[in-house]
């Protein structure tokens, strides 16, 4: 089955330590995305990459970082100086140019806990 | 910049009522793309339903359906003959009609629904 597997569901880290959280698709789209989800917020977007070997900041990526070396895959880095990274992330995917209907596919979600 | 609010943080409904679920957004632009978004407590975003704005037509899907008011900038989500497996967050979404920044998707702040048996 097609889809966004996102690894792993459950992480827990400890200040000052810099955490990677995995996002792997085989929809074959060209776009992806991170978002952070907290309560009463909605999601924020932190970065995307429409086209392999290159991502563009969004909204709130300050204490983050990605690669986009694969179509498939857009691991997203939690460094140390994200101040309060305690949060869930969400992973998702779109195609892109023409094809770009805007519906955007998501994988399950990783919930970051910081000790 | 683009803005969507949904301004009913949290709702409830009787199972087999009908419920609105409240959405505007701000814009400039004269084309682009409105979407439901549906995140159930197992926590995987799904489509609900899309908008293009050129479309006058209300979309439709099943039991959900939307009414734009493209002049109110205001697109609304009606869930009929509600059912339990509807209760969900329900989250808003605006897409520009480009690509580059504007094809990402701007989210309002989402809407906690409760179906009640």
């Known amino acids: 089955d097609g889809g966004i597997t996102q690894s792993p569901k459950y992480l827990f880290r400890k200040e000052g330590q810099n955490v990677t959280l995995s996002c792997e698709q085989n929809l074959n789209h060209d776009a992806m995305y991170w978002y952070r989800q907290d309560p009463g917020q909605g999601l924020r977007l932190i970065y995307y990459s429409q086209i392999v070997n290159d991502f563009q900041k969004g909204d709130i990526a300050e204490g983050y970082s990605v690669s986009r070396e694969k179509k498939e895959s857009f691991p997203l880095t939690v460094t140390s100086a994200q101040k309060n990274p305690t949060a869930f992330y969400l992973c998702a995917s779109k195609l892109g140019g023409r094809l770009n209907t805007g519906e955007l596919f998501f994988g399950e979600g990783s919930r970051l806990t910081v000790l | 910049a683009q803005t969507v609010t949904q301004s009913q943080p949290e709702m409830s409904v009787q199972e087999a009522e009908t419920v609105t679920l409240s959405c505007t957004y701000d814009?400039?632009?004269?084309?682009?793309?409105l979407f439901w978004y549906k995140q159930p407590p197992s926590r995987q975003m799904i489509l609900v339903i899309r908008?293009?704005?050129?479309?006058?037509q209300n979309a439709t899907e099943n039991r959900f359906s939307v009414n734009f008011q493209k002049a109110a900038k205001s697109f609304s989500l009606k869930i009929s003959d509600s059912q339990l497996g509807d209760t969900a967050m329900y989250f808003c979404a605006f897409m520009g009609p480009y690509g580059g920044s504007q094809g990402n998707l701007i989210f309002g702040k989402g809407t906690k629904l409760s179906v009640k048996p």
């Open positions: 908008q293009e704005a050129y479309k006058q």
């Open positions: 814009t400039s632009e004269s084309n682009y793309y």
